[in-house]
């Protein structure tokens, strides 16, 4: 059992060796780190922030966040479905179409509830 898992151990141990043996030769042969005041400041999208740093998101930010990856990954899974369609056959097509259809219904039910609204 443990010769199936040998060449995944072996590519982990490759892996943690190099990033080990990287991370001791920039702290060996790497020049000291300096700080100053601009390293120190938030730096975002090529602009610097004018953000205070108590600055709290609003829950609706996160709650569009949130749906959209749902909605997004939800909508990944039809990919598949897409590309073999005449190899599932019309059982995965009702399929689909029972997922599609649900998909707009949870919609539906998010967008009812205002989750969508920006506050």
């Known amino acids: 059992m443990l ?18 043996v990287f991370g001791i030769l920039n702290k ?3 020049p000291p780190p300096r700080a100053n005041n601009h390293k ?25 966040a ?8 939800e909508v990944l899974f039809l990919y598949p479905i897409a590309v073999e369609l005449r190899a599932f056959g019309t059982f995965a097509l009702f399929e689909t179409v029972t997922f599609i259809g649900l998909l707009f219904v949870g919609f539906g039910y998010v967008w009812r509830r205002g989750a969508l609204t920006w506050k």
Not at 6 to 17: E, R, S, V
Not at 66 to 73: A, Y
């Open 28 to 30: 060996v042969l790497g």
């Open 40 to 64: 120190s400041d938030p730096y975002e999208s090529g602009m610097p922030s004018e953000i205070k740093q108590g600055f709290r998101f609003g829950i609706s930010f996160y709650m569009i």
């Open 3 to 20: 010769a199936t898992y040998a060449p995944a151990l072996i590519f982990i141990a490759i892996g943690a060796t190099i990033g080990i």
């Open 66 to 73: 949130i749906l959209f990856l749902l909605f997004d990954i």
